[in-house]
């Protein structure tokens, strides 16, 4: 008999590039070191392809153990539907008001100080940030 393993979803606006790349990247990585699947689904949109009708069962909702919810991941229908279901949502980058889940959230403001910081010591003075 064949035993399934665990398996993690990733809702992510993305799932390429260097910042949505590398996260993904390293769930995987992390994952696959415990035994435990990753499926990556590009959410952009995603609300315009499943339906809202009472009883229908969006993007396989059964076959996934637990979520992960990439910053700027924005679909209540979705989200609401795998908390009440009961399984695991918890959200990367961002904290989501209305929904009893859990997030990891960055330390921004501490490496934006430790970067200045580093500069400063190197002998920068004009030292400028250009991002969102």
């Known amino acids: 008999m064949h035993e399934s393993r665990p398996t993690i979803g990733v809702l992510t606006p993305f799932t390429g590039g260097f910042y949505y790349g ?3 990247a390293g ?3 992390t994952a ?10 590009h959410t952009t949109g995603l609300d315009l392809f499943w339906p809202h009708e009472e009883g ?3 993007l396989s909702l059964d076959a996934i153990d637990g979520w992960i919810a990439v910053n700027e991941f924005d679909s209540f229908h979705f989200t609401s539907r795998i908390v009440a279901s009961g399984k695991p949502l918890v959200y990367l980058s961002e904290r989501r ?3 009893p889940c859990c997030s990891v959230l960055p330390d921004n403001a501490g ?3 430790a970067a200045t910081r580093h500069l ?3 002998g920068h ?8």
């Not at 696959?32 to 689904?41: D, K, L, S």
């Not at 003075?125 to 969102?132: L, N, Y």
């Open 22 to 24: 590398a996260i993904l």
């Open 27 to 29: 769930i995987h990585a």
């Open 32 to 41: 696959r070191q415990r035994g435990i699947a990753t499926v990556a689904i």
């Open 56 to 58: 229908a069962q969006p």
């Open 97 to 99: 008001a209305g929904l």
């Open 111 to 113: 490496g934006a100080r």
């Open 120 to 122: 400063i010591e190197h």
């Open 125 to 132: 003075q004009r030292i400028a940030f250009a991002g969102f």
